[in-house]
């Protein structure tokens, strides 16, 4: 597959390009932060070190005043908005998930590096013909559709094409790297003991280095010889806040997440929308419509019980998991600061 070059951004979902630009780029005005009150830097100043809160993307016009200092088209955005949005006081990561439908080269990465602060990283999906085990049933497949897919965890071609172009683009600015695996028969995948087999094969083959973490977005395969495959090669398993999987509490136990290099968690959907009616209840994605209290408070306690055994944490948020992103991030941020203090302050009366 032909490598796409430039750091445009594409449809969170389909692939697709964003719209093209109606305007020439010299009568746009530039893309810079919204204004910050101090009551959010201090947040930012207080959120640990470490703790890498973010979204799944940035190209969302709907975040004027909360990420931008005015609405923007997606293209713009796509094309300018990265380094006003690493300039949030609380977003420190965000993910570029138009690596999930085609591979980048390492100068599109050397692309986004360059727009953001050193303390900044990026979470990247891996190409989906590493993950996948046969071609859905969809047009975007083309003469692929339903066929088996011979790279699927192919150690060589993720190599080639995804691990070197990541980790000589982004450098230190690379987070998780993460292998999703879209829900699929495990039949095909040869059932749960033979995926982990081939799993392990993949990721002991793969260069050393890099923070590698995989999602599997079929709870059968969230097993032992899963959690004991990802712990024997350090990658991390990827607690995925999505309808179908179960709490992100049981994906924690079974994986032994809070044991692993690093805690990585994508919080995407609420338990009862699949994403076009998340899309169009939350659309434009301006404020939170349903908030999640207690998906937030178990994040902020593995956070916290991460910060402790001194993991990093990476943790990305989706609009559609309780209307926006950036402020489900702050909200979070919040709580996170709010019982790092309260367990800091009953530790000092216990003393």
Same mark, same amino acid.
């Given at each position: 597959? =032909?490598?796409?070059?430039?750091?445009?951004?594409?449809?969170? &979902?389909?692939?697709?390009?964003?719209?093209?630009?109606?305007?020439?780029?010299?009568?746009?005005?530039?893309?810079?932060?919204a204004?910050?009150? $101090?009551?959010? =830097?201090?947040?930012?100043?207080?959120?640990?070190?470490? *703790?890498?809160?973010?979204?799944?993307?940035?190209?969302?016009?709907?975040?004027?005043?909360?990420v931008?200092?005015? $609405? +923007?088209a997606?293209?713009q955005?796509?094309? #300018?908005?990265?380094?006003?949005?690493?300039?949030?006081?609380?977003?420190?990561?965000?993910?570029?998930?138009?690596?999930?439908?085609?591979? *980048?080269?390492?100068?599109?990465?050397?692309?986004?590096?360059?727009?953001?602060?050193?303390?900044?990283? &990026?979470?990247?999906? =891996?190409?989906?013909?590493?993950?996948?085990?046969?071609?859905?049933?969809?047009?975007?497949y083309?003469?692929?559709?339903?066929?088996?897919?011979?790279?699927?965890?192919?150690? +060589?071609?993720a190599?080639?094409?995804?691990?070197?172009?990541?980790?000589?683009?982004?450098?230190?600015?690379?987070?998780?790297?993460v292998?999703?695996?879209?829900?699929?028969?495990?039949?095909?995948?040869?059932?749960?003991?033979?995926?982990? #087999?081939?799993?392990?094969?993949f990721?002991s083959?793969?260069?050393?280095?890099?923070l590698?973490?995989?999602?599997?977005?079929?709870? #059968?395969?969230?097993? $032992?010889?899963?959690?004991?495959?990802?712990?024997?090669?350090?990658?991390?398993?990827?607690?995925?806040?999505?309808?179908?999987?179960?709490?992100?509490?049981?994906? =924690?136990?079974?994986?032994?997440?809070?044991?692993?290099?690093?805690?990585?968690?994508?919080?995407?959907?609420?338990?009862?929308?699949?994403?076009?009616?998340?899309?169009?209840?939350?659309?434009?994605?301006?404020?939170?419509?349903? #908030?999640?209290?207690?998906?937030?408070?178990?994040?902020?306690?593995a956070?916290?019980?991460a910060?402790?055994?001194?993991?990093?944490?990476?943790?990305?948020?989706?609009?559609?998991?309780?209307?926006?992103?950036?402020?489900?991030?702050?909200?979070?941020?919040?709580? *996170?600061?709010?019982?790092?203090?309260?367990?800091?302050?009953?530790?000092?009366?216990?003393?």
């Amino acid at each position: 597959m =032909a490598q796409q070059r430039g750091p445009s951004q594409l449809d969170l &979902f389909t692939g697709a390009p964003v719209e093209a630009p109606t305007r020439s780029r010299s009568r746009t005005q530039p893309v810079a932060p919204a204004p910050v009150e $101090e009551s959010l =830097a201090s947040l930012g100043r207080e959120l640990p070190t470490g *703790i890498y809160l973010g979204t799944s993307s940035w190209t969302f016009p709907g975040w004027s005043g909360l990420v931008y200092d005015h $609405e +923007a088209a997606a293209s713009q955005l796509a094309r #300018e908005g990265l380094s006003a949005y690493s300039r949030h006081p609380v977003l420190r990561t965000v993910g570029i998930d138009r690596t999930f439908y085609g591979p *980048i080269n390492a100068e599109a990465f050397a692309e986004y590096a360059e727009q953001v602060p050193a303390d900044f990283r &990026f979470l990247v999906k =891996a190409h989906e013909v590493c993950t996948l085990a046969r071609f859905p049933m969809h047009e975007r497949y083309g003469a692929h559709r339903g066929q088996l897919n011979e790279r699927f965890l192919h150690a +060589a071609y993720a190599e080639e094409a995804v691990v070197r172009p990541f980790v000589e683009g982004l450098g230190d600015k690379g987070g998780p790297l993460v292998f999703q695996f879209p829900p699929q028969d495990p039949q095909v995948l040869g059932g749960p003991a033979r995926f982990v #087999e081939r799993l392990h094969a993949f990721l002991s083959a793969l260069p050393k280095g890099p923070l590698y973490a995989v999602e599997v977005r079929n709870e #059968e395969l969230l097993t $032992e010889g899963f959690a004991q495959a990802l712990a024997d090669v350090g990658a991390c398993p990827v607690l995925a806040v999505w309808a179908h999987m179960p709490s992100m509490g049981i994906q =924690a136990r079974r994986t032994r997440a809070l044991e692993a290099r690093a805690l990585v968690v994508r919080w995407m959907l609420p338990p009862n929308l699949g994403y076009e009616e998340a899309r169009a209840r939350y659309a434009p994605f301006n404020r939170l419509v349903d #908030e999640d209290v207690p998906t937030r408070d178990l994040l902020a306690r593995a956070c916290l019980a991460a910060q402790r055994r001194e993991r990093p944490v990476f943790v990305t948020i989706n609009n559609k998991a309780e209307g926006s992103a950036p402020l489900s991030a702050i909200k979070l941020a919040e709580r *996170i600061v709010t019982s790092r203090t309260t367990e800091g302050s009953q530790r000092s009366v216990a003393s």
